[in-house]
């Protein structure tokens, strides 16, 4: 690469005036690529029945009750919990209408898969704007294939999906110097998870730093919404929650521990892991970095390991941001005097993109792509599915994690041992460890004492049970 090349900025793409009718197609064209490979990930590993948590049958409860146009009740959360006062994520509603007419797990995983794709187009067109198209769709891909968004498509349905494409869109708008539009995109976050309150304050401090120079007004309105966003957020943890719930919110024990030293090894890792194959260490150039300082905040003081790593999907609300502070941080690094600087910034982008595909092909959840095994239904699943079919429609079931999602949908699903003292007619659960004994009956008869029950058929360790 020559000097002049290192030096000159990048042409941004042409308005969409110039490019005739229809807007440049680049960055529709990731997203779609991107929503066809999540919608593999996670269809195939609900078809595999390879689940690891009950959240996506919480959250079908939840809209199953929202369709319906009933409160928000999630039976497996405890028999008539509503998930209001669980978390603070009345958002979920939006996909109701679409689950009263697709009704099943399966309608929560392709609406999430669509956010999450979604969430590229602005990423990839805010890059392709500032940094040229080449750039833009490396970064696109690159940020689509990013661990953290990654670990969230495999691992069930959660309200964050919402978070991602907004986060996204509003840190394009300010990219662009739109502030109005990015503080508007931001101010849904609020219904989106409890915590986000905070986020959107993040967000609103780096409008008013921007836009201060050059417009004191929207800047002084970014300082308002920052204010406001704070106060709701404490009145949804104090207030609004607790409101919903029976013994307040739930969650304050996750922050108990030895604090921020606890298990600092694993959380230097995943902060590494979050700054470095993302953005080469680059993004912590920009102010857009402290969006993701909430969401770090929390999760590095929490006793609760499970938030510390890289598993699960707490860190996909991190992935648009880190990225986009990457593209402000390249505009304007290769804008400055350091010429060794500049001609690493301009590589990034390239690097970024052969780091995503290197991941995505031997350590994240994409490298199941090449094995046949993905696409297909196994038989162990047929013939659970089989035996779980003798449940009648509207009976109450006892389930653990492996055969509650092919119920939420029909029936009325308690989590095993979390029935409160309701009975259910039924009880299945993968005992296929024999973790529930040689008799699941007597285990049963000790979840239920005075019940009589009948062991009615296994299938691939899946027991099911019924109450004579």
């Not at 269809?43 to 809209?63: H, P, Y």
């Not at 067109?125 to 670990?151: K, T």
């Not at 993004?283 to 909430?294: D, E, K, Q, T, Y």
Request: glycine share 8%.
């Amino acid at each position: 690469m020559t000097s002049d090349a290192i030096t000159r900025p990048a042409p941004a793409a042409p308005p969409a005036a110039r490019q005739g009718r229809f807007p440049w197609p680049g960055p529709y064209a990731v997203a779609a690529g991107l929503f066809l490979v999540y919608l593999v990930l996670s269809v195939g590993r609900f078809r595999r029945m390879e689940w690891a948590s009950w959240d996506l049958g919480i959250f079908e409860q939840a809209i199953r009750a929202y369709a319906h146009l009933q409160e928000p009740v999630a039976d497996l959360k405890g028999p008539g919990t509503n998930i209001l006062g669980d978390h603070f994520s009345p958002v979920i509603a939006l996909i109701a209408p679409l689950y009263r007419v697709f009704p099943g797990p399966l309608t929560l995983l392709v609406a999430q898969a669509a956010l999450f794709a979604l969430s590229a187009v602005p990423v990839t067109r805010a890059a392709a704007r500032l940094l040229g198209r080449a750039r833009g769709v490396a970064l696109g891909v690159a940020y689509g294939l990013s661990w953290g968004v990654q670990r969230a498509v495999e691992f069930d349905f959660h309200e964050i999906a919402f978070a991602v494409p907004l986060l996204a869109f509003a840190l394009e708008a300010l990219l662009a110097r739109r502030w109005r539009a990015a503080l508007l995109w931001g101010l849904p976050l609020l219904f989106v998870k409890e915590d986000l309150g905070f986020t959107l304050a993040a967000l609103a401090v780096v409008v008013a730093w921007r836009a201060r120079p050059t417009d004191r007004r929207a800047a002084w309105g970014a300082v308002a919404v920052a204010v406001g966003a704070s106060v709701f957020a404490v009145l949804v943890f104090t207030v609004i929650v607790p409101a919903f719930a029976a013994d307040g919110y739930g969650y304050w024990d996750k922050i108990d521990g030895a604090g921020p030293l606890d298990g600092i090894g694993t959380k230097l890792t995943t902060l590494g892991w979050v700054l470095v194959p993302t953005s080469g260490l680059l993004a912590l150039r920009s102010p857009l970095l402290l969006v993701a300082a909430p969401t770090l905040g929390w999760r590095f003081l929490s006793g609760d390991d499970h938030y510390w790593s890289t598993d699960w999907h707490y860190s996909a609300v991190l992935m648009p941001v880190v990225t986009l502070a990457l593209v402000d941080a390249i505009d304007t690094v290769r804008r400055g005097d350091r010429p060794w600087l500049r001609a690493y910034a301009l590589q990034l982008p390239t690097a970024v993109l052969a780091a995503g595909l290197a991941l995505s092909a031997t350590a994240l959840p994409t490298e199941k792509l090449g094995r046949a095994g993905t696409y297909a239904k196994p038989d162990r699943v047929v013939a659970i599915e089989r035996l779980l079919d003798r449940i009648p429609d509207g009976a109450t079931v006892e389930a653990d994690t492996g055969p509650l999602t092919r119920l939420t949908s029909r029936c009325r699903v308690f989590w095993i041992g979390g029935s409160r003292g309701e009975v259910p007619d039924w009880i299945t659960i993968d005992n296929s460890s024999a973790w529930a004994g040689e008799d699941p009956t007597a285990y049963a008869a000790q979840l239920h004492p005075g019940r009589r029950w009948e062991l009615v058929g296994r299938a691939e360790g899946v027991v099911l049970i019924r109450r004579r």
